[in-house]
């Protein structure tokens, strides 16, 4: 991963997080030199952009079809009631250049498809998905083990919430887990705001540990949480 | 949310006398059975192909969920996509034909994709 040069003032706000140990200026200049593809920008793809907007990723590529809904309005933390009927991914840029104007974003208003995956992953140094459809996740990470890009794979249902890493051949594929679109799995899913917020802070912690090169990444290993009890469990998938 | 299939935390077979191996649901699974766990009669050992068709009998509401994936090269049915099974958290190979035993704690963990 490349890096960029700090200036003083970028210095002064990310001066919090420079004292992390393992991070510092050599891992803040390669968040800044860093692009990273969020698809899509919903309950969890909000949460991780943001977080990565605010942690200095210099470049987001944001990937969302449709035109806003009330119902999105719950967890979608980018989205306004004022834009309602208007392009979400439009709404999320907005948002993200408010909290850091030095944020370069490029809006996608298209969700993953096998058409345009490889295009769109291999723009980025790092993929977060939060696809609600399989199918989307499936040509993501087929995109990305095309292209060796790693993939932080954040999910949830209900109160539950799920987190992986995956960046074959290092780790497994992600077929390796879904082979095929699941039988049974339905488009509108129960959903807290507070239950993607937490998986979508969670995955982007994951890509800045990636992109930063520190900490331990969920290589091989799936985090799944239940915050109806608090009861959490890591997974040793291989 | 659906019905639940059973009231109460277990489906009927829960409580019985016999051996059972017995299941944690999560995910979109427990909310289409309506509980959390379930214990399934077991004599010795059994196959995961053959604890899930137990389950679907004791859960019809899981039915669609537990259909089983595409057929293997070697011409096997697979277990259903995207499902993880754990053993006292162990994650079990994807194999229908894999034994579990009377005793064990089975957890199915299915994939999920919410965003």
Redesign the interface.
């Known amino acids: 991963m490349s890096k960029r040069l700090l200036t003083d003032e970028e210095r002064e706000i990310w001066s919090w997080q420079l004292d992390v140990e393992g991070f510092g200026d050599a891992g803040q200049e390669r968040l800044k030199a860093a692009t990273v593809l969020v698809s899509?920008v919903?309950?969890?793809?909000s949460a991780a952009a943001y977080e990565l907007a605010a942690a200095g990723v210099g470049r987001l590529i944001l990937a969302h079809g449709g035109l806003l809904q009330p119902s999105d309005l719950n967890r979608q933390l980018l989205m306004t009631h004022d834009w309602i009927g208007r392009p979400r991914v439009e709404s999320a840029a907005r948002r993200l250049k408010e909290l850091n104007p030095r944020l370069d974003v490029v809006t996608i208003a298209e969700q993953i498809t096998v058409e345009n995956a490889d295009e769109l992953v291999g723009m980025a140094d790092c993929v977060v998905d939060?696809?609600?459809?399989?199918q989307e996740?499936l040509a993501m990470n087929d995109a990305a083990e095309r292209l060796g890009r790693p993939v932080v794979e954040?999910?949830?249902?209900?109160l539950?919430a799920?987190l992986t890493v995956i960046h074959p051949p290092g780790t497994l594929r992600f077929r390796d887990?879904?082979?095929?679109?699941?039988?049974?799995?339905?488009r509108r899913?129960?959903?807290f705001g507070a239950v993607?917020g937490t998986v979508g802070c969670l995955a982007a912690m994951e890509a800045i540990k990636l992109l930063a090169g520190f900490g331990e990444p969920l290589f091989n290993r799936?985090l799944?949480l239940?915050l109806r009890t608090m009861d959490s469990?890591v997974?040793?998938?291989r | 949310m659906s019905e639940p299939a059973f009231s109460g935390d277990d489906c009927p077979a829960s409580g019985v006398a016999e051996p059972y191996v017995r299941l944690a649901l999560t995910g979109p699974l427990r909310r289409s059975a309506g509980v959390q766990h379930v214990s399934v009669p077991c004599n010795l050992q059994m196959t995961l192909g053959e604890l899930l068709e137990r389950l679907r009998v004791l859960c019809p509401a899981t039915a669609a969920q537990l259909s089983p994936g595409a057929a293997t090269p070697g011409g096997h049915s697979a277990l259903p996509a995207g499902l993880l099974v754990l053993r006292h958290q162990q994650l079990l190979p994807a194999d229908p034909e894999f034994a579990v035993a009377a005793g064990d704690q089975i957890t199915l963990m299915p994939m999920i994709s919410g965003g």
Not at chain 1, 42 to 45: D, E, L, M, N, S
Not at chain 1, 154 to 158: G, I, K, Q, R, T
């Open positions: 899509r919903g309950g969890v793809g939060a696809a609600p459809l399989f996740r954040a999910a949830m249902y209900e539950e799920s887990l879904v082979p095929e679109v699941p039988a049974g799995w339905q899913f129960p959903v993607s799936l799944r239940d469990r997974v040793a998938l």
